[in-house]
């Protein structure tokens, strides 16, 4: 009898060429398959949620793996940790129904881009955030935030190669916040395009560069350059180690 198993997934992506298996890098995936091939003996695929690039973190990834063993879900996953490095972690194990699918059953991700908005650097959080020196209003950000809202067109945050044909997203959720000398960017969509994350941040550095910033000027230029579907209008995209995969929802 096959089993569905789900695995919800805590890592630390520096050191590794994003979730997605490549021949000649490593990846998230590549280590979870490895991990899994030795617990239960058998060849396996996981499918994951959302294909993070690069240097990009998550502590809420879900995939989820088809497999004959009879292993209980929670042996599953301290057999797994116990194999894996430590920047890579199974937070969970469950059994699901067969026609449960990690990614196309996915009703919206939930992603965090962490700023170190001060002077000096961080000898802590720097592999966890990107260092930004202008003081940004953080209320400022959060009105753009809230243009975000809703279903259009995001070519202009589309980074190329993205696997993503219709361009089209429903943001349904996106805010701006701080905390001391942390700003954060939260946002949850039905769907991303590649690099759309970044890219968003890299535009509201761009349009509200600092608290000096107009608020009507900055979103009139976010609305000009939605509008357009054009990637080069846009913000430059900000280095991926402030970004977080936080969670997926599922129905």
Not at 100 to 129: C, K, V
Not at 209 to 223: F, H, I, S, Y
Request: net charge positive.
């Amino acid at each position: 009898m096959t089993r569905n198993i789900k695995l919800t997934i805590e890592y630390d992506g520096s050191d590794y060429a994003g979730w997605q298996a490549q021949p000649n890098a490593p990846t998230v995936q590549a280590v979870i398959e490895r991990a899994l091939g030795t617990v239960l003996g058998e060849p396996t695929r996981v499918t994951g949620a959302g294909r993070t690039d690069a240097g990009v973190h998550a502590r809420g990834q879900v995939a989820n793996v088809r497999t004959s063993s009879t292993i209980p879900a929670r042996g599953l996953m301290h057999a797994l940790n116990a194999t894996m490095p430590d920047d890579v972690a199974i937070l969970q194990c469950d059994d699901v129904p067969v026609d449960f699918h990690a990614r196309f059953g996915a009703l919206s991700r939930s992603y965090e881009y962490t700023i170190l908005n001060r002077d000096a650097p961080s000898a802590l959080r720097g592999r966890y955030s990107w260092r930004y020196r202008r003081r940004i209003d953080v209320d400022v950000w959060d009105q753009l935030a809230n243009d975000l809202l809703g279903t259009r067109d995001c070519s202009s945050f589309r980074k190329t190669g993205s696997q993503r044909r219709n361009p089209v997203c429903t943001v349904l959720d996106c805010s701006c916040s701080r905390t001391g000398d942390t700003v954060t960017l939260a946002i949850t969509a039905d769907a991303f395009l590649r690099g759309m994350v970044r890219a968003v941040v890299g535009t509201f550095v761009k349009v509200a560069p600092d608290d000096a910033a107009d608020v009507e000027a900055a979103r009139l230029a976010l609305r000009g350059i939605l509008a357009a579907g054009d990637r080069s209008v846009a913000g430059a995209s900000v280095p991926p180690q402030g970004l977080c995969l936080v969670g997926v929802a599922y129905p």
